[in-house]
């Protein structure tokens, strides 16, 4: 038994070295992570697309349980599945903003930039195209400061699926991202709620293929080996949780990152421009801390004064280009 856990562990090991040029940049699973979005659920039909705003409500009504009693302690339902070779994080969660002031917002191509940017790997992040041609060109890179050039290019192309009085969604979407991952999905539905407040639905998945299949793997079995995701599978003997492991709990963690960074983006609507910036960065830092068990990356004067200097970057190429 030994000998075999050895012998895993240890090839496990040269997988992950053998991948790991192209993925210590991000820790190897972030990158992944942020390719990622889609369907998820505690049941088969927990991760259909609503289409409307009926059939959104209709699944907070479902949800209304969960809602009201989870483990987060305030109205958030965090699901993961994987199915073949397809893994998906999704949320739905009630928000206080008002459904007319969080759409308006949403649909803007640089508020996505402005959240993605949140995250430790996305590096810079433009807003190009019109129209139908509409798209973010993003870099995934290390947790750690990175210059632009060394990170991932990816393309994002942004789609408004339908913006109407009391029902926004919206997509993200790339065909390719890195070692071979594929159909990559970042999907927001929004409706307005009969009390006040909007109710959201945020869903994150991509494929994976042999190469991306391995990195993760030897990942999870080195560098990634305690860290797990939030949904409860078990308990000890004490009664404590013993929360998913795996690739699933790593699609947990992201989903969780990236509805943080839209709650986080939506929180500073009400400041002056300028303000919001900083307001954005330090919210989605401390909200990230109150789950700093699956959350923890880096400390927050490292992660503040990193993302000040790529914000700084991304601004003075900005007005460089003007």
């Not at 999870?220 to 599978?233: E, I, N, P, Q, W």
């Amino acid at each position: 038994m030994l000998i075999a856990a050895i012998t895993a562990f240890a090839a496990a090991k040269a997988r992950a070295d053998r991948f790991r040029s192209a993925w210590s940049f991000c820790s190897l699973w972030p990158v992944m992570a942020w390719l990622a979005i889609a369907s998820v659920g505690l049941g088969p039909a927990a991760s259909a697309w609503a289409q409307d705003a009926a059939a959104l409500r209709a699944r907070q009504v479902e949800l209304s349980a969960a809602l009201a009693d989870n483990n987060f302690g305030r109205p958030l339902v965090l699901e993961s599945m994987q199915q073949g070779d397809r893994l998906s994080g999704e949320i739905h969660a009630v928000i206080a903003q008002p459904f007319a002031v969080a759409a308006a917002a949403l649909q803007s191509q640089q508020a996505w930039c402005d959240i993605l940017m949140l995250h430790l790997n996305v590096k810079h992040c433009l807003a190009q195209g019109q129209g139908s041609d509409r798209r973010l060109q993003i870099a995934i890179g290390r947790k750690h400061d990175q210059p632009v050039a060394d990170a991932f290019a990816l393309g994002l192309g942004y789609r408004i699926l339908a913006s109407q009085s009391d029902y926004l969604a919206l997509r993200l979407e790339a065909a390719d991202g890195p070692l071979g991952t594929r159909d990559f999905r970042i999907a927001l539905e929004l409706a307005p709620l009969p009390a006040g407040g909007s109710f959201l639905h945020l869903s994150y998945s991509y494929r994976y293929g042999l190469a991306a299949r391995l990195a993760l793997q030897g990942y999870l079995a080195t560098l990634g080996r305690d860290k797990v995701g939030f949904s409860v599978v078990g308990r000890t003997a004490d009664g404590s949780p013993i929360h998913i492991e795996g690739l699933r709990g790593a699609v947990e963690r992201n989903t969780l990152r990236y509805y943080l960074a839209v709650e986080a983006y939506l929180g500073a609507l009400a400041l002056p421009p300028a303000q919001r910036p900083e307001r954005r960065l330090q919210a989605w830092f401390d909200a990230t801390e109150r789950h700093a068990r699956q959350l923890h990356e880096l400390e927050r004067d490292d992660y503040l004064a990193m993302k000040r200097r790529e914000l700084a970057r991304l601004a003075a190429g900005s007005a460089a280009a003007n």
